[in-house]
């Protein structure tokens, strides 16, 4: 089994010892360092090299949303999810912008984090299911949508049509091959074609895009 690398970035160190023992209680997972702020966690990642930063967004000196771009100079194979407490619709798209490929709330369960981590180390975006309905309240004010949607009149074939519902619900392209009884290979390939069409790059925005756009409820 591969093990997951992790990096964890937050300034409380009690939460960062917590996620920490979680972790290493679990198998395929090892924790490689803690910083307390964006900068340091930022050259820490450098000789780190981990696959996965969890990262705080509110932070004392350097702010998570600050250090994305220093992670993605420094360690540039490194997934980046936010772990936070802030539910604001703007830092979540704030958030993607600058990089990252995850939003998750600090109140998640233990199995979500788990599962999220893993499909963030597989290239796949996660995002808690509670923020899809903020973020599309969000990005329907013009003034916030920028996520580069080129067209309202996307034309998804039908299949393509119950993968963006199934990945707007938070399938992962396993629970929606398996909803859908097809390969996760091809699953992957409705996904590239829908982002492509939708002239995206991440899975959170399709999502965004589905729940907007009146595909899920």
């Known amino acids: 089994m591969n093990v997951i690398r992790v990096l964890i970035i937050d300034d409380h160190t009690l939460f960062r010892s917590g996620i920490k023992l979680l972790l290493e209680r679990q198998e395929g997972f090892e924790v490689v360092g803690e910083a307390g702020d964006g900068l340091d966690g930022a050259k820490r990642a450098k000789t780190l090299k981990p696959d996965v930063v969890l990262l ?29 407490v802030s539910e604001d619709a703007e830092d979540l798209l704030d958030a993607m912008r600058a990089g990252a490929c995850g939003y998750l709330l600090k109140n998640i369960d233990t199995d979500f984090l788990l599962d999220s981590i893993r499909r963030a180390a597989s290239g796949e975006s996660v995002m808690s299911p509670q923020m899809a309905v903020r973020v599309a309240d969000a990005i329907r004010k013009p003034q916030n949508n920028n996520l580069n949607v080129t067209s309202d009149s996307v034309e998804f074939s039908p299949r393509e049509r119950e993968v963006i519902i199934k990945l707007a619900r938070g399938g992962s392209n396993k629970d929606i091959a398996r909803a859908l009884n097809m390969a996760e290979s091809t699953v992957k390939i409705h996904v590239q074609s829908i982002l492509r069409k939708l002239n995206l790059s991440s899975r959170v925005q399709a999502a965004v895009y589905a729940v907007e756009h009146g595909l899920v409820d």
């Open 56 to 84: 705080d967004l509110h932070m004392p000196g350097t702010s998570g949303l600050a250090a994305i771009p220093l992670l993605l100079e420094e360690a540039p194979q490194a997934q980046i999810v936010m772990l936070t």
